[in-house]
């Protein structure tokens, strides 16, 4: 693989970088710790230390946090990946947090879901909040 080097340390290859076919537009923040493969596009997101991004990857309006991994074909929008999560290929995520340590199985669509716990023990909630009752906004867990 070719990578454009900003720092010569790093993950099991020893670098840290950005793949020169690789778009990042100027709104988004990448440390300069993070390994970002092939034909990813990042529009107005942050990508935080350690992050691992797998090719053909999409992100935009997101926040990722330190430790996250990202696999192959993943579309994410408008999301929040916290510490240490990983997103397994061709998933696609809009309008959703991944709390920590969280893995997201390959192929998964998620559409404003919140997702905590563990593969076995996964629990998904929906906050709908598009309808008022007199005591104000419920929630619907699912």
Same mark, same amino acid.
């Given at each position: 693989?070719?990578?454009?080097?900003?720092?010569?340390?790093?993950?099991?290859?020893?670098?840290?970088?950005?793949?020169?076919?690789?778009?990042?537009?100027?709104?988004?923040?990448?440390? !300069? *710790?993070?390994?970002?493969?092939?034909?990813?596009?990042?529009?107005?997101?942050?990508?935080?230390?350690?992050?691992?991004?797998?090719?053909?990857?999409?992100?935009?309006?997101?926040?990722?946090?330190?430790?996250?991994?990202? *696999?192959?074909?993943?579309? +994410?929008?408008?999301?929040?990946?916290? +510490?240490?999560?990983?997103?397994?290929?061709?998933?696609? +995520?809009?309008?959703?947090?991944?709390?920590?340590?969280?893995?997201?199985?390959?192929?998964?669509?998620?559409?404003? !879901?919140?997702?905590?716990?563990? !593969?076995?023990?996964?629990?998904?909630?929906?906050?709908?909040?598009?309808?008022?009752?007199?005591?104000?906004? !419920?929630?619907?867990?699912?």
């Amino acid at each position: 693989k070719q990578w454009y080097q900003r720092r010569v340390r790093g993950f099991e290859d020893g670098v840290f970088g950005v793949h020169q076919q690789t778009q990042i537009c100027k709104q988004s923040r990448v440390s !300069e *710790e993070v390994v970002i493969d092939a034909k990813c596009s990042i529009k107005r997101s942050y990508i935080g230390d350690g992050v691992k991004i797998g090719p053909h990857t999409k992100i935009a309006d997101c926040v990722i946090m330190a430790g996250v991994t990202i *696999e192959s074909n993943v579309t +994410l929008a408008n999301c929040v990946i916290c +510490l240490g999560a990983v997103i397994r290929s061709k998933s696609s +995520l809009k309008d959703c947090r991944v709390c920590d340590g969280f893995e997201v199985r390959g192929g998964s669509e998620y559409t404003d !879901e919140t997702l905590i716990g563990d !593969e076995d023990n996964m629990m998904s909630f929906n906050i709908d909040n598009s309808h008022n009752s007199s005591s104000g906004d !419920e929630n619907v867990m699912r």
